[in-house]
């Protein structure tokens, strides 16, 4: 099987990303990880890809004067790898018009709500704090607008009344992990 190349961007944790990497380890998945970038130098998830044999590194914003050379180096060094697709997986930073649009149709991401509802951060105590009964995570093509792409597919929770932001997020997480690796799939698939 050709598989297609996925170049992943993180920011800490990458427990999506190690989501992903333990997905592609089946032989029918189509898609394997070549690439993890990270715009900071101490996210945890860098090692975690190395320890896969991922080759991985940071690009850290601080290295940069101005947002479009820290976009221009991230793009240098995907394009180094000509990946299928771009999968952002808690990378925390906002990307320009002009990066998005660069790589329309090959960029996606995971967010932590049942968009458009809650975009931005903190979306488990927005959902507690708003009474949702249903909350959950949505894959979506990446635009200039936060959170605002077209959706992909989302997965739901029942929010319990004795939930916290905490008991939630850990929830929603396990849906995170199922339902990116279950796109990514369908994306690469011929
Ligand atoms: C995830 O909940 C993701 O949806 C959000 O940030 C968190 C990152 O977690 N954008 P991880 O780095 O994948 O563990």
Do not use: W
């Amino acid at each position: 099987m050709n598989r297609k190349r996925l170049a992943v961007l993180i920011s800490g944790r990458g427990s999506n990303m190690a989501a992903i990497e333990r997905a592609s380890q089946a032989e029918d998945f189509p898609a394997e990880i070549v690439l993890v970038l990270s715009d900071n130098a101490s996210a945890t998830g860098i090692k975690t890809a190395q320890d896969a044999g991922i080759k991985a590194h940071a690009i850290p914003r601080s290295n940069y004067e101005s947002k479009s050379e820290h976009e221009a180096a991230i793009s240098e060094a995907i394009d180094n790898v000509n990946p299928d697709l771009i999968c952002l997986a808690g990378y925390m930073r906002l990307l320009s018009a002009h990066f998005t649009e660069c790589y329309k149709g090959k960029l996606i991401n995971i967010h932590p709500s049942l968009l458009p509802k809650h975009k931005g951060l903190d979306t488990h105590a927005r959902a507690l704090e708003a009474g949702d009964k249903k909350h959950g995570c949505t894959v979506h093509y990446v635009n200039a607008e936060m959170d605002g792409g077209e959706i992909i597919a989302q997965a739901q929770v029942a929010v319990a009344a004795n939930d916290t932001p905490e008991t939630l997020a850990a929830r929603v997480l396990v849906q995170e992990h199922r339902l990116y690796a279950q796109v990514i799939r369908e994306l690469c698939s011929d």
